[in-house]
């Protein structure tokens, strides 16, 4: 396979059944998503975080479909070879399968994605199945599923009792049977993690939901240490992006007022007989 080819469905069963783990992050620009998939990222998830991440809002519920569809065209401009995956907001998927159906094409039509992504388990397989039979793939998302913070008890791990556990399983198992190409398990014990990948057919991926899974994901403010809101467990930042940022924002302040920038090497220069000219044109308009 060519290093640039555009990765497909296929292609990420494939590397499931190679037992080679596959790599997810989010983006929301068409900059950072360039980079991630110059970088060789398997995945990117054009997420509805970018609300908070981007936005500023305290929680994913205000991200609309034309902002989410906006966000996810500049990603997909960006990308050769990563899989994209729009992440549909709330209230774009709950109310209908119409609904469902139409919002998830604008996703791929508007968009460019390559699938979509909804929150919830069995109580979101109907939306699920109607998505697919319209030929939309689709990604389970299950375990803490921020959209639904409030009817799950907040922002926190899943499955920690053995009856929410079970639940989990159990949805995932329906989740695929209803058509879902990959599940993503969010803030979900390992163990029990480890008891979905087992039992599935379907790649699944974990943000928060331990290593036996097939793949990770992560939210890209987080790594790069520019979201300051919170960090969650599971975590890791591999660079203080912030700290870069924020020195250079202070070098340049500081340069600008102490005249040290701009020096005559960023200045444009008007060409020596053309500087005459004006002199001369100047002159004879007094």
Same mark, same amino acid.
């Given at each position: 396979?060519s290093?640039r080819?555009?990765?497909t469905?296929p292609?990420?069963?494939?590397?499931?059944e190679r037992g080679?783990?596959?790599?997810?992050?989010t983006?929301?620009d068409?900059?950072t998503a360039?980079?991630e998939?110059?970088?060789?990222i398997d995945?990117?998830?054009?997420g509805?975080s970018?609300?908070?991440?981007l936005?500023g809002h305290?929680?994913?519920?205000?991200?609309?479909?034309?902002f989410?569809?906006?966000?996810?065209?500049?990603?997909?401009?960006a990308?050769?070879r990563?899989f994209?995956v729009?992440?549909?907001?709330y209230m774009s998927?709950?109310p209908?399968n119409?609904l469902a159906i139409?919002n998830a094409?604008r996703f791929?039509s508007?968009g460019?994605?390559d699938?979509?992504?909804l929150?919830g388990g =069995? +109580?979101? *397989? /109907?939306r699920?199945e109607?998505?697919v039979?319209?030929?939309?793939?689709v990604? $389970?998302h299950?375990?803490?599923?921020p959209?639904?913070?409030?009817l799950?008890?907040?922002?926190?791990a899943?499955?920690r009792?053995a009856e929410?556990?079970?639940r989990?399983?159990e949805?995932?198992?329906?989740?695929?049977?209803a058509g879902?190409?990959?599940i993503?398990?969010?803030?979900?014990? =390992? +163990?029990? *993690? /480890?008891?979905?990948v087992?039992n599935?057919?379907?790649?699944i991926?974990s943000? $928060?939901?331990g290593?036996?899974?097939h793949g990770?994901?992560?939210i890209v403010?987080?790594?790069l240490n520019?979201f300051?809101?919170f960090t969650p467990k599971?975590v890791k930042?591999?660079?203080?992006?912030?700290?870069?940022?924020?020195q250079?924002?202070?070098?340049?302040?500081?340069?600008?007022?102490?005249?040290k920038?701009p020096?005559p090497?960023?200045?444009?220069?008007?060409p020596?007989?053309?500087w005459?000219r004006?002199?001369e044109?100047?002159?004879?308009g007094?």
């Open positions: 396979m290093e080819k555009k990765l469905i292609d990420l069963y494939a590397m499931v080679e783990k596959i790599t997810f992050l983006a929301y068409y900059p360039r980079l998939d110059r970088a060789g995945m990117i998830l054009v509805d970018g609300a908070m991440c936005l305290e929680t994913t519920l205000p991200a609309t479909m034309d989410m569809v906006e966000i996810t065209a500049a990603v997909s401009r990308v050769e990563a994209v729009g992440d549909m907001p998927y709950q209908s119409e139409k094409g791929i508007e460019g994605a699938a979509v992504k929150e =069995a +109580r979101m *397989a /109907e699920v109607a998505i039979k319209a030929g939309i793939p990604m $389970g299950i375990g803490l599923t959209q639904a913070a409030t799950i008890g907040g922002l926190k899943q499955g009792t929410t556990a079970a989990l399983i949805d995932a198992k329906v989740l695929e049977e879902a190409f990959a993503l398990l969010e803030a979900i014990p =390992a +163990r029990v *993690a /480890e008891i979905i087992r599935a057919t379907v790649p991926l943000i $928060g939901s290593a036996a899974c990770q994901l992560l403010h987080d790594i520019l300051e809101a599971f930042v591999y660079a203080d992006v912030a700290a870069v940022m924020l250079a924002f202070r070098e340049y302040i500081e340069e600008v007022k102490s005249g920038f020096t090497d960023h200045e444009y220069r008007i020596k007989e053309e005459k004006l002199q044109m100047l002159d004879e007094r």
